[in-house]
């Protein structure tokens, strides 16, 4: 699972679910002149528990794991995320119910007088407001663009260049420059070791860069699909947020990108990319 493809979204998400949490062991009801009595938590009542503690946390949950893995599993045919979010919202309106009606059925027994009777506890006020915040931000990350920024941010790379600051040869990178034969160089005339009669070589120009492009390396702000380079459509990796990649190569405007195990791929959305 990779923390880096969070977004700030997840991280509201994640904030939600902790404050759920410690709501669920505060007071479930809340009843006047009731000094004294030890009133019982959100854990004290099996409906709260599973339609707001339980399913707000497993909801919250499966929403972060779901950004956090490089390949969304699905789960009769739709995306786990879909799922979190459906759970979310569904704890939000569970907690809605239970603050309105505490007693439920019991409303419709005796005289009616509000007199003594049970409001939303603390505990349950507060379940309310951490669910609402977790729905509303696991809706939201997709569509605003705010809460789709990375949460950790990206830290940038010493140098452009790739693999350790040398240029490197050979290896695919588009306008770098060939480097010398080993052993310094070309041997000059006059200098010792120049065979008896031979010519004297030229040094060995660089090969000029190939449309003025140098690779860069540049990170993206959403989770963007990388698509084979013979035109396939079938995404090869994912690239996330919050990790650096290095282009190599231009194509009218998708990039030749490579991952950091080597895998090479075309990225045909680079709006929004951060170049290094």
Known sequence: MNIRSLTRGDGVVIGAAVLLFIASF??????????GIELPSLW??????????????IGAALVVVA???PRTPKVAGLDLGQFGIAFTVFAAWCALGNVFDM?????????????????AGTGLILALVATLLMAAAAVATPLVPALKGPLIPA?????????????????????????????????QPGQPGQPYGA??????QPQPPAGDFSPFWFAVPVPRPLFAEDGSPTPIAELAPGTWYLAVEQRGPALVAQTQDGRRGVLQDTTGIQRG
């Open 103 to 119: 007693t439920g059925g019991l409303d419709n027994i005796g005289s009616g007088s509000d007199e003594g009777a049970p409001t």
């Open 67 to 69: 950004r956090g893995l």
């Open 44 to 57: 004290g009542s099996g409906p709260v528990v599973l339609g707001v503690v339980l399913a707000g946390i």
């Open 155 to 187: 830290p940038r790379p010493a140098a452009p260049q790739p693999y350790g600051g040398q240029p490197q040869g050979g290896y695919g990178y588009p306008g770098a420059p060939q480097q010398a034969s080993f052993g310094g160089g070309q041997p």
């Open 26 to 35: 505060l007071d479930l009801y809340s009843i006047d002149g009731a000094d």
């Open 199 to 204: 010519q004297p070589q030229q040094p060995q």
